[in-house]
């Protein structure tokens, strides 16, 4: 099966700029989430989606982080205004339902706020 | 104070070297514990996944541990290949809760 699809892989933007992620989870996953990894440190949960709601999103940023998984399927992770330290690694991984343990993630997209 | 906690921070071995990898955790009781790979630009890929009643799970030359009563998992690389550099992430599931180690980052060198 196709994995958990991410995009762009790279993105270079100065600080209080906009910046989107994309992501399309594998086939048939229902359960989405968006972690954020900073350079040395293990992925944080940013957002969990089961279906097209929220499960958990307490560690968002909500002043400028926002997330939307609209048909269920495919995810856009959004940073308006990004800052310097919003550098990192976000990375995009979904679960089966009966399998919600066993998670995939995508290769993640790189940003780096100037 | 990190509720899942991994050591070394790094490691570098010879290649054809064994080596082993620690977690301790605080996550109490918990519905299982993966251990990662992460090579450099790439997401993380599941080696083992343990739940609270296993003491032991193989994968090729991958093998954890889990010890529930000291909150303590291994994970034991055998004969090592250049391809097991990489940073390996210790997870912990409770419930719908993931909590993420640091970390540990392993260089295989010839």
């Known amino acids: 099966e196709a994995g958990v699809a991410q995009s762009p892989r790279y993105k270079i933007i100065e600080k209080r700029q906009s910046v989107a992620f994309w992501c399309n989870p594998i086939?048939?996953?229902?359960?989405l989430y968006w972690y954020q990894q900073i350079l040395g440190q293990g992925p944080k949960l940013l957002i969990q989606?089961?279906?097209?709601?929220?499960?958990?999103d307490s560690q968002l940023p909500k002043d400028r982080f926002s997330a939307e998984r609209l048909k269920g399927v495919d995810s856009t992770l959004k940073i308006q205004p990004a800052k310097l330290e919003d550098s990192a690694v976000y990375l995009c991984a979904s679960t089966r339902g009966e399998q919600r343990n066993i998670q995939y993630f995508g290769a993640g997209t790189r940003l780096s706020v100037l | 104070k990190n509720q899942v906690e991994q050591s070394p921070q790094s490691l570098i071995i010879l290649e054809g070297k064994n080596c082993t990898l620690q977690c301790n955790y605080t996550v109490s009781p918990f519905s299982n514990l993966r251990w990662y790979k992460q090579d450099t630009g790439r997401g993380p890929v599941s080696l083992t996944i343990m739940t609270f009643s296993e003491n032991t799970k193989s994968n090729g030359r991958y093998t954890a541990t889990l010890d529930a009563d000291t909150k303590q998992s291994s994970l034991h690389i055998t004969a090592s290949q250049l391809s097991d550099s990489a940073s390996y992430i210790c997870?912990?599931?409770?419930?719908?809760?993931?909590?993420f180690g640091i970390g540990t980052k392993l260089q295989v060198i010839p």
């Open positions: 989606f089961q279906n097209n709601g929220v499960v958990d």
């Open positions: 997870v912990v599931i409770r419930y719908q809760k993931v909590t």
């Open positions: 086939s048939g996953h229902a359960t």
